[in-house]
């Protein structure tokens, strides 16, 4: 419902498709936050591997962008 506001609310194409966006992500995973809710010894573990994957698939896209050395250096850290 909040969201359905923040959607209404939007000042740009841009904003709303933003909002959408996080509406039907936190539909698809709503089973998964009341189970975490619901039981929290379950230890459903976190979400953020799939996240993390995005960051060096964005950066060896089609177009890739440069690494210093430090950020290729952690980089690289994120897989471990």
Known sequence: MLLKKAEKGANTPGQKKAVREWRRYIRR???GI??????????????AEGHVNHIPSARLSSRPLAWSRTGADQMARLGR
């Open 29 to 31: 995973k709503w089973d």
């Open 34 to 47: 009341l189970a975490s809710r619901l039981c929290p010894e379950a230890n459903l573990g976190v979400g």
